[in-house]
């Protein structure tokens, strides 16, 4: 049983580039949440999704991010015109529909964002 | 603003000694102390947890300490391994979403 896959692993773009963290949840887990870990801190919340609706986006930054969770395939976190700030560590985490908060949480490995 | 204050930044334990961690809160809505353990390069790993119901949890050598008065809780690791060296995280939730600490660096010689 897979636990929390994310892709990829490390991630490095330049200033104004576009990038794409994926997020594909464990089996049987129908909602996704994404953290952004600074250097040097603890994760940050940042949405909350379920498939198909965004329930919770009040962590993230009102520019430039946003993320979805289609019927099928992976979360995807999306940052548009990346700037050195983005650069971060960006944890997914997934739970069940019985578990539908952090008692049931699996994170996964992370995406390590680099902007040059 | 940090809703959860952790310390020490860091921490040397020698093997077989007793690691201390602590974390302060103060939201009172909170109802769940979970911590995590981080190695490098890897995603953090649910270690222990508490519900504020309780004063004290022990899952073999890690033990939390809750005080839901002074609004504190820690963790002890009893025994300190080697393989104990890792990044510990405190964070505490009210909902959905947890709000962690600054984490703790761990080496144990």
């Known amino acids: 049983n897979a636990g929390v896959m994310q892709n990829p692993r490390h991630l490095v773009r330049r200033r104004g580039q576009e990038a794409r963290l994926r997020c594909s949840p464990m089996?049987?887990?129908?909602?996704v949440y994404w953290y952004r870990q600074l250097p040097e801190e603890g994760l940050k919340f940042m949405v909350y999704l379920q498939k198909e609706n965004i329930i919770d986006e009040s962590g993230m930054p009102k520019e430039r991010f946003s993320a979805e969770f289609p019927k099928e395939g992976p979360s995807i976190l999306r940052i548009q015109q990346v700037v050195r700030g983005d650069s971060a560590a960006y944890f997914c985490a997934s739970s069940p529909e019985t578990a539908a908060n952090y008692y049931g949480y699996t994170f996964g490995s992370g995406t390590r964002l680099t902007v040059v | 603003q940090q809703q959860v204050k952790q310390s020490p930044q860091s921490l040397i334990v020698q093997k077989g000694g007793i690691s201390i961690i602590n974390c302060a809160y103060e939201?009172?809505?909170?109802?769940?102390f979970p911590w995590y353990q981080q190695f490098p390069g890897k995603g953090p790993a649910l270690l222990i947890a508490i519900r504020p119901d309780v004063s004290e949890k022990k899952e073999g050598r890690f033990t939390i300490s809750f005080n839901k008065s002074a609004k504190q809780f820690s963790l002890h690791i009893m025994d300190s391994q080697p393989g104990d060296s890792a990044t510990y995280f405190c964070?505490?939730?009210?909902?959905?979403?947890?709000?962690f600490g600054k984490g703790t660096s761990l080496l144990v010689t």
């Open positions: 089996k049987g887990h129908s909602h």
């Open positions: 964070a505490a939730g009210d909902g959905y979403a947890l709000n």
């Open positions: 939201n009172t809505a909170f109802d769940y």
